[in-house]
């Protein structure tokens, strides 16, 4: 990159000069108020990306009980509900050449752990109560103008936040490392994880300022890393949401009865006591949410794979334990039964904080005599707010 000026034709010529940032700070404000310089590509149905601020400052605990251990810069989030984590770095900060990229793999990795979707909104709530912004108007960018934080239209604000979480949990997400110099090892290493990374885009975001007279700024970015995304076998991130026809051909083309009897059971259930919201994963999936204790608490989600060995139900205790404490969680996670593969998972929630998407196979709950009524009796206890015993099989 050379330190030749822009120029700006209006009455005359204006020469501007390249200029840099004169502290992060100040760059790390630019983005956050201005965040459509980092909009490149488009959503997954073609229409083009628009970043929307979650949170400055975003705490990332490495754990599920203790405080933030790291501060993120920046969150975003598009209307697909694909999070786009940011780190923001000046050209005279030597930890832009390769230590910043382990920083960035550190926030990733436990943010898909420790992030449930009941923290995100608030963190996106509180962000514009900061702001001055109107929630409708906010919502309006992520729902399509069908929403302020509620049930209007095709989706949910509580429906999308669940979506960025299951993004989060699987990996679906944006890294973007912005300085106003990227260097050739930065470089490097962007295009070489974007190769080998299925799941997560990675790119490194170039911000060049030019000042001219008076306060007329030009910024110009130019991102690296574009062409390894274009590389890159499909990720299967998609916008279809699943539908109630959906699994029901799925449920019917499982061969054993009891799948069948099993799925079809959960889903009943959750339709009846509460309410089904549509899965956006590659697979077909739904969310069952439960009323507890005066508000819409997302439990569990049935995901139906290609692979019919696949299929799980898992619990979202992330989210449980967000909106009722992990005194309920705790009780639910005591209620549920004895499983293979369940019990294990379970066991492990205590030192999680009960924070995790702990799952059982399908096949598995359906063989087990009397499991699927345990599992429908350790739901109504969560929501009447008691304790079911243990059911063994």
């Known amino acids: 990159m050379t330190n030749q000026p822009v120029f700006v034709l209006g009455d005359e010529l204006r020469a501007l000069e390249r200029a840099g940032f004169e502290t992060e700070a100040e760059f790390q404000e630019l983005l956050a108020r201005h965040p459509r310089v980092l909009d490149f590509g488009s959503l997954a149905d073609g229409r083009p990306l628009r970043l929307v601020l979650v949170a400055r400052e975003m705490g990332v605990p490495t754990g599920a009980e203790g405080a933030p251990a790291y501060w993120l810069d920046h969150l975003f ?31 990733a990795a436990n943010a898909a752990r420790y992030w449930p979707a009941a923290l995100l909104r608030h963190s996106f709530e509180d962000t514009c109560a900061k702001d001055g912004r109107s929630l409708e108007e906010a919502y309006g960018e992520l729902l399509g103008d069908r929403g302020d934080q509620g049930e209007q239209g095709d989706r949910s604000a509580e429906e999308f936040w669940t979506t960025v979480e299951e993004r989060l949990a699987a990996g679906q997400m944006r890294l973007l490392f912005v300085a106003d110099q990227i260097p050739l090892e930065l470089r490097a290493i962007v295009e070489f994880l974007n190769r080998q990374m299925r799941q997560t885009d990675v790119y490194a975001v170039e911000l060049t300022q030019y000042r001219g007279g008076g306060d007329l700024r030009v910024l110009v970015p130019r991102v690296h890393g574009e062409v390894a995304t274009a590389a890159k076998s499909p990720s299967g991130r998609t916008t279809q949401r699943t539908t109630r026809d959906d699994m029901n051909a799925a449920i019917r083309s499982r061969t054993d009865p009891d799948v069948r009897r099993t799925a079809t059971a959960l889903l009943d259930h ?32 049935l995901s139906l794979h290609d692979d019919p060995a696949k299929d799980d139900l898992s619990f979202a205790f992330g989210s449980i334990t967000y909106h009722l404490g992990h005194d309920r969680a705790a009780a639910f996670a005591a209620s549920l039964p004895p499983l293979p593969g369940l019990t294990e998972k379970l066991a492990a929630l205590p030192a999680k ?41």
């Open 77 to 107: 989030v598009d209307a697909d509900g694909v999070p786009t984590l940011v780190e923001v770095k000046r050209a005279t900060d030597t930890r832009i050449r390769r230590e910043v990229v382990g920083q960035m793999l550190d926030y």
């Open 270 to 301: 959750a339709a009846a006591e509460g309410r089904l919201e549509c899965g956006t994963a590659k697979y077909r999936s739904m969310r069952a949410y439960y009323r507890v204790s005066g508000r819409g608490v997302p439990v569990a989600t």
């Open 353 to 393: 904080g009960y924070n995790g998407w702990p799952s059982v196979s399908l096949p598995v709950l359906a063989a087990e005599p009397m499991a699927l009524e345990a599992v429908l009796s350790a739901i109504e206890g969560l929501v009447a707010g008691e304790e079911r015993p243990q059911t063994s099989g």
